[in-house]
């Protein structure tokens, strides 16, 4: 089994000077070594911190926003199960 998930957060400075931002998202965390969670890097932004504070599944992006400016933050993850296990909680 597979679910794979894809988001855009909008970060939008309408300050007249630039602002520095922190964008914190979490991901899945599997308990069982039967279940994988991957970032998709092709959907995810770059210059991520994975497990962010030592917290498993918590991304980190640090990065300045221009006076005006939007700045789309994208994340992409996939868990990966075996048919004969059941999850919940995505």
Avoid: C
């Avoid at 931002?21 to 991957?38: F, H, L, M, S, Y």
């Avoid at 959907?43 to 400016?69: C, H, P």
């Amino acid at each position: 089994n597979i679910q794979e998930r894809h988001f855009v957060t909008e970060i939008q400075n309408l300050h007249s000077k630039p602002v520095d931002i922190v964008v914190k998202e979490t991901i899945p965390a599997g308990r069982n070594d039967k279940i994988t969670v991957d970032v998709v890097k092709d959907e995810t932004t770059t210059g991520y911190e994975m497990d962010s504070a030592n917290i498993k599944g918590l991304m980190r992006w640090q990065f300045k926003v221009d006076a005006k400016a939007k700045k789309d933050i994208k994340l992409g993850w996939k868990v990966t199960w075996p048919k004969d296990t059941n999850i919940s909680g995505i």
